[in-house]
């Protein structure tokens, strides 16, 4: 009789380990709706404090013992290091993949020749995504001394004029802040918010939609501390959106260190000006695409289970975490399976989304493309995108 796992070892392997064992634990996560039947095996009743899930799943996993076990030897010793190694390569190769850009749809080339070495079906699905592009970007403090100033621009932000645009300084830490103050104190001027972090879900709001904040108030652009709560002279770019009908004024962050200082001299009352140029350009939108990798299910006209992660990165980073971990992960599951020969009841798809930074846009596109069945297509969706830690 096959040894069974534990109960502390399948709450283990269910939780975060390391980044050669993600793959394994996203096949885990997806094991109890691709595989067979419920076989009744004991679980002890201290299973209740460890995990929370309900009695006929745990009964469902514990009889998954035996093929967890070869997974799991496979993937810590035949596999081991393959996740990391494969993506270290694709990064080095593609470097940053912006929608819009033509080092991101090589990389899709790249990947669907990759599944389809791989033993999948590979294919893409058409997609619109976004345009937009950096140019040159600057900022000078002119006052109280002057000092450059790093920026970098937020996606989708507009350019400023030829020019630049220089103005006055208005620093606050929070959108309540910004709105006690009259209109007169904020028109004309360039609005800096210096928020204080308390956790990307909650602060990211001023970099979404602190563009239009300000501009409600009459400014001429926003300057916004890099969403991140640690820094070294980093500057952190990330998606913002225009709010409709309200004017659209150019967008930037600074770093975690500028905006502090900036926010002191505005509380000791020194008058700030700051020249700011920004050369960026929305180009429109453009044609990409989702990657698509599956292995079929045992059971035909099943319905599929879609592990996925986004390919698309921002254009000053390699997206090495942001998603590259965790579209590797993904698609690296439904590799080692097929590699260790097993065919799953259901069909697993990986997706590689496109244009995920600046809004789902190719999420969007698949949603669109495959709502009308969508309740007996699918069973279950998994996109790994916080960091590599977690599905």
Avoid at 270 to 284: A, P, S, T, Y
Avoid at 304 to 327: C, Q
Avoid at 344 to 370: K, M, V
Wanted: aromatic share 8%; proline share 3%; charged share 25%.
């Amino acid at each position: 009789m096959s040894r069974m796992l534990s109960e502390h070892q399948l709450c283990f392997i269910i939780s975060r380990v390391r980044m050669s064992f993600k793959a394994t634990c996203l096949l885990l996560s997806v094991l109890s709706s691709v595989l067979g039947n419920v076989l009744d095996n004991r679980v002890d009743d201290f299973w209740s404090e460890l995990c929370s899930l309900p009695p006929g799943l745990r009964r469902e996993i514990q009889s998954y013992g035996p093929i967890v076990e070869k997974i799991i030897e496979k993937t810590t010793k035949d596999f081991k290091g393959e996740t990391w190694r494969s993506l270290s390569e694709f990064v080095d190769k593609f470097g940053p993949r912006m929608s819009g850009s033509q080092s991101l749809e090589d990389s899709i080339d790249y990947m669907v020749d990759q599944m389809s070495k791989a033993g999948l079906d590979a294919y893409t699905e058409e997609a619109t995504v976004p345009n937009w592009k950096r140019g040159f970007e600057a900022a000078t403090i002119i006052s109280p001394r002057k000092t450059n100033l790093p920026i970098l621009g937020l996606g989708s932000s507009v350019g400023t004029v030829a020019e630049g645009i220089k103005g006055d300084v208005v620093v606050v830490e929070t959108f309540d802040e910004l709105e006690a103050l009259p209109d007169s104190a904020v028109t004309g001027k360039i609005v800096v918010f210096a928020q204080k972090w308390e956790s990307y879900g909650k602060t990211v709001k001023y970099r979404s939609s602190g563009s239009s904040v300000a501009a409600k108030k009459g400014a001429v652009a926003v300057l916004i501390r890099s969403v991140t709560p640690f820094s070294l002279g980093t500057l952190h770019t990330g998606d913002q959106d225009y709010e409709e009908g309200v004017n659209k004024i150019p967008a930037a962050a600074i770093t975690v260190e500028d905006a502090m200082m900036l926010l002191r001299m505005f509380r000791r009352g020194e008058k700030i000006v700051i020249h700011i140029c920004m050369d960026d350009k929305d180009l429109g939108l453009t044609k990409s695409r989702n990657t698509i990798g599956e292995l079929k299910g045992r059971k035909k006209d099943s319905s599929v289970v879609v592990v996925s992660g986004h390919l698309d990165s921002w254009d000053v980073g390699v997206g090495a975490m942001d998603d590259g971990g965790g579209t590797f992960i993904s698609w690296n599951a439904v590799k080692f399976l097929k590699a260790m020969g097993l065919q799953p009841r259901r069909t697993i798809r990986a997706i590689l989304w496109t244009g995920e930074e600046q809004g789902y846009w190719g999420a969007r596109s698949y949603q669109a493309n495959h709502s009308r069945n969508e309740i007996e297509e699918f069973n279950f969706f998994i996109e790994s995108d916080i960091g590599t830690f977690m599905p």
